[in-house]
């Protein structure tokens, strides 16, 4: 008989399909995995609304748990708590730099509403190939929403930073 921590442990080996250096687990959307009566529910928490990776999540996760003869897969989106860039794992975080992509700093603390600014928020993000913070922005949107494409000034290399949300 196949356990709850083995489903999970089968889970948390599913790779994000836009930053396919992070699983699910080190990207913190993996929110809960349970097995109730033979059925395994796994419930994720997208990025963002509308993240267009969340079909393909799902999909990553029935065929990695059917695949490990688990035959009744449910997988639940869970919005609340809203994800936030600061689940991202140590590992993960590590791991998006040993790629070549900034990982995000602090999320901005929220206390109600948030703000809407007419400029863009000034970031202080640190170059994932020299490490020189003299970095500049190209375009506040890389290949995905969660993404900005940034320049070093110091080694000239383009890069991509998951943006705090």
Sequence with gaps: MVTTRTARDVAKTVTDPELPMLTLADLGVLREVSEVDGRVVVSITPTYTGCPAMDTMRDDLVHALENAGYLDVEIRTVLRPAWSSDWITAD??????????????????????????????????????????????????????????????????????????
């Design 92 to 165: 993960g975080r590590r791991k998006l730099a040993e790629a070549g992509i900034a990982p995000p700093g602090a999320a901005p603390p929220r206390s109600g509403p948030v703000p809407l600014t007419l400029a863009p928020p000034a970031r202080l993000v640190g170059c994932p190939r020299c490490g020189s913070v003299e970095t500049e922005q190209v375009s506040e949107f890389g290949p995905t929403a969660c993404k900005a494409l940034r320049r070093c000034r110091a080694c000239h290399e383009p890069f991509e930073h998951v943006k705090e949300i």
